[in-house]
């Protein structure tokens, strides 16, 4: 198992930027997808973003293609998520999520284990 914890959500004018973190527990994070979700008010969750497990092959909601990096650092067992060109609409809670399912997979019930959530708003 795999224990999540994000850090580093705040409030940011439009068009600034903002990192998340995610640390994990374990001894063999390297062997987890490790993805990004977020859930507006009102809204479900939806993806953002994943990475795989030795960091080679990511993926991308359009929504925050060429906006959202996400990376790894398996000898930290931490994922990041650098936010720019923020939008009122990326205002969310950011989830950060893993599972040892095949592939990189957008599909929220694809993912096993889930961090508590941290706020990024955006404002106007």
């Known amino acids: 198992q795999v224990q999540l914890v994000e850090s580093g959500g705040g409030l940011v004018q439009a068009g600034g930027s903002l990192r998340l973190s995610c640390a994990a527990s374990?001894?063999?994070?390297?062997?987890?997808?490790m993805g990004w979700f977020r859930q507006a008010p009102g809204k479900e969750r939806e993806f953002v973003t994943a990475i795989s497990g030795n960091g080679g092959r990511t993926r991308y909601a359009d929504s925050v293609k060429g906006r959202f990096t996400i990376s790894r650092d398996n000898a930290k067992n931490t994922v990041s998520l650098q936010m720019s060109s923020l939008l009122p609409e990326d205002t969310a809670v950011y989830y950060c999520?893993?599972?040892?399912?095949?592939?990189?997979?957008?599909?929220?019930?694809?993912?096993?284990?889930w961090g508590q959530g941290t706020q990024a708003t955006v404002s106007s």
């Open positions: 374990g001894r063999t994070f390297s062997s987890y997808v």
């Open positions: 999520a893993a599972t040892l399912a095949p592939l990189v997979p957008m599909q929220r019930q694809m993912y096993h284990y």
